[in-house]
């Protein structure tokens, strides 16, 4: 079509066109809607959502496990067994006030499969009574591996070689230590879930080997109980948003001191046991803290001695508070 009329046609459907596409000839601006690229974080998250790893079934308030940590520990009296002690150093009381930060990032291997690379920092000071004081600062850099045989079966192993320097002694003591374990997770239904194996610790003390069986069973939405030895735990979780707990957690409070060569090491069967809370600040950060008795010691088999439970719950009082990353894989 020619002529005015036919121009004023194009002129008008350029129009309408522009208008719907936000093309402005005389602005030369572009307005639509273009989507964010997707971050590592969120990759990552989708990645594991769409795997064939199973981390949570049933449906409860209690947060994950946290994989990140900044915390604070202080033990009235502090669980130490001295090697080399003389009639001066024996029977000592320590306390001991630690620091520690830990953090792990997963990787996805295949759709069964995930590494974990991790690290450990901590500085622990002790205070000895009528005696010379020292501290003990450890750092590590751990793996893991986690593999999925089947829906209800996991496969799992870590180790974590420790840097440890103490300052006993004019020039203090660097040495090594070595913690790792095996472990199998049998997931029975959707409430309730079986971890069984064996961790150990290898030191200048000896070669600990501690066995590590139990269960985590969710009761409802707001009750779950982590019987994990012997670390057992009791959960109430109103909402999603905080929590209370009352049971055992791992200690920082049960020692080995050799006084003649300067090592120091910590007990892997140590644990705590008192009462604990938690509140979500943002998203997957938590504000944490804890308050009972220290130095408690499970079943252990060093150098092929086996050493009985001690249970002394009159010797360590202790208070924690921390701030932690709990990822949810439930939601």
């Known amino acids: 079509m020619c002529g005015p009329n036919a121009q004023a046609g ?13 093309i402005h000839d005389d602005a030369g601006l572009t307005s ?7 971050g590592y974080v969120e990759r990552s998250a989708r990645a594991f959502a769409e795997s064939d790893l199973v981390f949570s079934r049933g449906f409860s308030n209690a947060p994950f496990l946290p994989v990140a940590l900044l915390g604070s520990t202080h033990y009235g009296d502090a669980n130490i ?8 150093t024996a029977g000592q009381r320590y306390q001991v006030s630690s620091t520690s930060q830990y953090g792990g990032v997963p990787f996805l291997l295949n759709k069964r499969s995930m590494v974990v690379i991790g690290e450990y920092l901590s500085y622990s000071n002790f205070s000895v009574d009528n005696g010379e004081d020292f501290s003990v600062a450890s750092a590590t850099l751990a793996a893991g591996y986690l593999y999925q045989v089947s829906d209800a079966w996991q496969l799992l192993g870590a180790v974590a070689p420790f840097y440890n320097h103490s300052s006993i002694g004019e020039q203090g003591k660097d040495y090594w230590q070595v913690m790792g374990g095996a472990l199998a997770r049998y997931t029975r239904n959707e409430r309730l879930w079986w971890l069984f194996g064996v961790v150990f610790d290898d030191s200048d003390f000896g070669t600990t080997w501690l066995p590590y069986v139990g269960a985590s069973l969710i009761l409802n939405d707001r009750w779950s109980l982590s019987a994990i030895l012997p670390w057992p735990q009791l959960i109430y979780a109103p909402s999603k948003d905080w929590f209370v707990s009352a049971g055992a957690s791992y200690s920082g409070n ?9 090592a120091v090491g910590l007990n892997l069967s140590g644990f705590d046991f008192g009462l604990g809370g938690g509140m979500r ?3 997957p950060l938590w504000l944490e803290g804890a308050a009972g008795v220290g130095g408690l010691r499970g079943l252990t088999i060093t150098d092929g001695d086996v050493s009985g439970p001690s249970i002394d719950v009159s010797s360590s009082p202790f208070i924690n508070i921390s701030l932690t990353f709990r990822p949810s894989f439930a939601d």
């Open 254 to 262: 049960s020692w080995a001191v050799n006084r003649t060569t300067g």
């Open 281 to 283: 600040l943002k998203g």
């Open 10 to 22: 194009d002129v008008s459907e350029t129009s309408s066109v522009g208008s719907v596409t936000g």
């Open 81 to 88: 067994s001295e090697e080399g002690a003389t009639p001066e």
């Open 32 to 38: 639509q809607v273009v989507e964010a690229e997707e």
